[in-house]
C-alpha cells in the first residue's frame, strides 16, 4: 500500500532520540544541586540569623563580598574542570600574584599600572607553561599543578624575605595613589546612588564620628563587579559560542574531539591561562584593597574553588558543569562562611557546614541524573 503525499510529508520520530519532559529535562541540569543548597542556606539563615543584621545592608555587603570572592575563582576552576582538568596551584598564584604587585610598584618603585600588568602577563605564562607540561608529558594535571603550588609558594616566601625580610609587604595604598588602573581593582561604583539612598533613609548612614551622614554602605566594590563580568563572559563563552563546544568536547572524549578537529590542546592551555587569570584579578582586587600582600594570601584557595564547583554540578571527569552552578556553591561558601558568625555560632563549624553541603550537593546531583538517564 502506497503512502499519500500527505502521509509522505509527516516526520516520523527518530527510534535512536529519547524524549525528555522539560521537567525531567530541568532535574538534570548541573545547577540543581547548587539551587537546592542556596535555597536550604538562606532559610537556615533567615531562620537563626534573621535579626543579627545579617540581611540588613551592610550584612549583605559583607557576604556578597566574600561570596565574590569565591565567584571570580571559581569561574575559572569550572571552566578548566569541564575541559577536564584541575588547577592546584590557584591558592599559591593569589600569593604569588598579590606579592608581585607589591614588590613590584613598593620596592622596585615601578608604577602600580606597570606592576599590574606586568603580574597579569607573568601570571598568565605560568598558567601557560602549566597546560604545556599536562599536554607534553602526559602528567595528570593533578601532579603537575600540584607541583606548582609548592613552587609558586616557596617563590612568594622566597621573594618577600629576600627583598624585605619580611612576609608581609605594605604601603600599597601608597604607591596606588593618583594611579589610573588601581581603582579598576579596588574603587567603588554607584558611590552617588548609594549616598542618595542614605540621604533619603533607604539604607543606614553613621549616626556619630566623622563619617556621620555616610551610608554605612558607600557603593559596590569592584571585586563584585570583576565577579560580575568574569561570571558573565564564562557563562557567554560556554553557552553561546563554538569554543563553549570545544570546552564540553575537551573534557568529554578528548580522542574523540580531536578526531572531529577540536583543538584540544589550544583549548585545554587557554583554560589554565584564564584560571591564572581569574586567580591575579582575585589577588589585585586583595592587596589594593587591604594595602599590603602577604605570603601566606590564598591558602587552601585551590579547595575551595573546585568545591564551589562541584557543588554547581560539576563532575570530576570533566565534560559536564555549569558556570552559574559554580557562582550558586561560591555564594554558599560566602554565606555560610560570614552567617555563622552573625548566628554566633562557632567559627570552627564552617568547614563542618560546608562539607555537609558538598555531600548532599554531589549525592542529589548524581542520584536524580542516574534516576533520569537511566545510568548505572
Not at 542556596?38 to 532559610?43: A, E, N, P, Y
Not at 598579590?98 to 603580574?119: D, E, K, N, R
Request: glycine share 12%.
Amino acid at each position: 500500500m502506497k503512502e499519500t503525499p500527505k502521509e509522505l510529508g509527516k516526520t516520523k520520530p527518530d527510534e535512536r532520540v529519547k524524549n525528555r519532559s522539560s521537567f525531567r529535562q530541568a532535574l538534570i541540569r548541573p545547577e540543581l544541586g547548587g539551587i537546592c543548597g542556596t535555597i536550604l542556606v538562606f532559610l537556615f539563615f533567615l531562620l537563626t540569623a534573621s535579626d543579627s543584621g545579617m540581611f540588613s545592608a551592610a550584612g549583605v555587603m559583607n557576604w556578597s563580598v566574600v561570596s565574590s570572592q569565591f565567584i571570580i575563582i571559581a569561574v575559572g576552576a569550572c571552566l578548566l574542570m569541564i575541559a577536564g582538568e584541575f588547577d592546584l596551584s590557584v591558592g599559591s598564584m593569589i600569593g604569588f600574584s598579590g606579592m608581585s604587585i607589591a614588590l613590584l610598584s613598593v620596592v622596585f618603585g615601578l608604577p602600580m599600572w606597570v606592576a599590574i600588568i606586568a603580574t597579569f602577563i607573568l601570571c598568565m605564562a605560568i598558567g601557560a607553561l602549566s597546560g604545556w607540561l599536562v599536554i607534553k608529558t602526559g602528567l595528570p594535571s593533578f601532579i603537575v599543578t600540584l607541583a606548582f603550588l609548592f613552587i609558586l609558594r616557596g617563590l612568594t616566601i622566597f621573594a618577600a624575605i629576600s627583598t624585605t625580610n619580611k612576609t608581609i609587604v605594605g604601603g600599597i595604598k601608597d604607591a596606588a595613589e593618583g594611579d589610573w588602573l588601581a581603582p579598576v581593582f579596588g574603587g567603588k561604583v554607584f558611590t552617588g546612588l548609594f549616598q542618595w539612598m542614605g540621604d533619603n533613609g533607604w539604607i543606614e548612614t553613621f549616626e556619630r564620628g566623622f563619617k556621620k551622614g555616610q551610608p554605612v554602605v558607600e557603593g559596590i566594590p569592584m571585586l563584585m563587579v570583576w565577579a560580575v563580568i568574569l561570571l558573565v563572559f564564562a557563562h557567554w563563552l560556554l553557552t553561546k559560542t563554538k569554543f563553549g563546544n570545544w570546552i564540553f568536547a575537551s573534557g568529554g572524549n578528548a580522542q574523540a574531539a580531536t578526531y572531529v578537529g577540536v583543538p584540544v590542546n589550544r583549548v585545554k592551555i587557554l583554560m589554565f591561562m584564564f584560571t591564572a587569570f581569574c586567580a591575579c584579578v582575585f589577588a589585585t582586587s586583595q592587596v589594593i584593597e587591604f594595602g599590603s600582600a602577604g605570603a601566606d594570601r590564598g591558602l587552601l584557595k585551590e579547595f575551595e574553588a573546585i568545591i564551589s564547583v562541584v557543588i554547581g554540578g560539576a563532575l570530576l571527569t570533566g565534560g559536564y558543569g555549569s558556570v552559574i552552578g559554580a557562582a550558586l556553591g561560591a555564594i554558599i561558601f560566602g554565606v555560610v562562611q560570614q552567617g555563622l558568625f552573625f548566628a554566633g555560632v562557632e567559627s570552627s563549624l564552617f568547614r563542618v557546614f560546608l562539607g555537609a553541603i558538598l555531600l548532599f550537593a554531589v549525592i542529589l546531583n548524581t542520584y536524580i541524573r542516574r534516576m533520569i538517564t537511566g545510568e548505572k
